[in-house]
């Protein structure tokens, strides 16, 4: 068990002396975020996600379907990713 609290400290520790130089970048980027509606970090994601499914379908119908038994519309990875990004926007837009 000595090992354990020993790793744990040291972990700790590192954390500790890893954060003091880096808490002005933390403070800067905090207090420009605090000063923005919440709409801002909302259509942000928002448009993330329209990015990746965007990007899911650009994705070649030969690279999804590799391997697959049948290519048919439900193995469409691409349809599903759409839909589940759809989904994710609908969430961080109206939540």
């Not at 697959?68 to 839909?83: C, E, G, I, P, Y």
């Amino acid at each position: 068990m000595a090992f354990w609290h020993l790793l744990r400290d040291a972990i700790v520790d590192f954390c500790e002396q890893l954060g003091r130089p880096l808490a002005p970048v933390g403070e800067a980027i905090k207090e420009t975020l605090v000063g923005l509606p919440l709409i801002v970090p909302r259509v942000g994601l928002a448009l993330l996600f329209l990015a990746l499914a965007i990007w899911a379908l650009t994705l070649s119908k030969q690279y999804i379907m590799e391997g697959a038994k049948r290519a048919t519309l439900w193995n469409d990875l691409r349809l599903w990713a759409v839909v589940s990004m759809v989904i994710q926007i609908a969430l961080y837009l109206t939540l």
